[in-house]
């Protein structure tokens, strides 16, 4: 069974550091890895997609990488800002039917 | 938001009610799926849909059962709530912008909470 990790649990950084966000998973056979950002009593929003054939994809101050023969992905997010602050999730594409294999969150704090 | 919407959004219950919640989508998504969130669990899968009156059990079924009759609604059913079934429940779309199972993304709607007593 797919299972996937996100460590650290949590963080704080200073505003203005990069953040570094990991994520593992056992099973390499994934269709693609997700990365969400939920806010605090609120649904999740979708940050980035990378496919199981792609190394990396970006969007504004954030990137994402993917070693699929190693099990990981790393989530970049350049000059950290408060409003960064919140639970990063990411999460594995196991099959054609699109059920989705979820880690347990990393909780970002950014102090001002 | 990929137009999902839920309801209801908080609901309180008591133990042996039957409960309904509702996910309902505006863009005509082949794909549905129910979560379930709870500390040091995550999102788990409950049920999925892949088309009106296709549906089948996830990760975490027992309890719940699902019917979509037609594509906008996908319906999550608990036959007899009880406490273990406390939870932030979130309904997801699965979108694909350029055909292909690998670029599918999934959206989630904005989610219910449901307290058993």
């Known amino acids: 069974k797919q299972e996937v990790t996100q460590i650290p649990a949590a963080l704080s950084v200073p505003e203005g550091e990069n953040l570094v966000l990991n994520c593992s998973f056992t099973?390499?056979?994934?269709?693609?890895l997700q990365w969400f950002r939920q806010d605090p009593g609120k649904g999740l929003t979708s940050l980035l997609l990378?496919?199981?054939?792609?190394r990396e994809q970006t969007s504004g101050r954030l990137n994402a990488s993917l070693d699929k023969s190693s099990g990981r992905s790393t989530l970049y997010i350049a000059a950290s800002q408060p409003g960064d602050s919140a639970t990063y999730l990411c999460a594995v594409r196991t099959d054609s039917w699109g059920k989705l294999q979820f880690g347990a969150g990393t909780q970002v704090v950014v102090t001002p | 938001d990929a137009g999902i919407t839920q309801s209801p959004r908080h609901k309180v219950t008591e133990t042996g009610t039957p409960v309904t919640l509702r996910c309902h989508q505006t863009?005509?998504?082949?794909?549905m799926y129910w979560y379930r969130q709870d500390p040091g669990h995550g999102l788990r899968l409950i049920h999925y849909s892949y088309g009106v009156k296709d549906t089948d059990k996830g990760e975490v079924s027992d309890g719940y059962s699902v019917s979509r009759s037609k594509t906008e609604d996908f319906l999550l059913t608990l036959e007899s709530a009880t406490s273990s079934q406390t939870s932030v429940y979130f309904c997801?779309?699965?979108?694909?912008?350029?055909?292909?199972?690998?670029?599918?993304?999934?959206?989630f709607g904005p989610g219910t909470r449901l307290l058993v007593l």
């Open positions: 997801a779309i699965s979108e694909s912008k350029n055909g292909g199972y690998n670029q599918e993304t999934q959206y």
């Open positions: 863009e005509n998504h082949r794909y």
């Open positions: 990378i496919q199981s054939s792609q």
């Open positions: 099973d390499s056979a994934i269709y693609n």
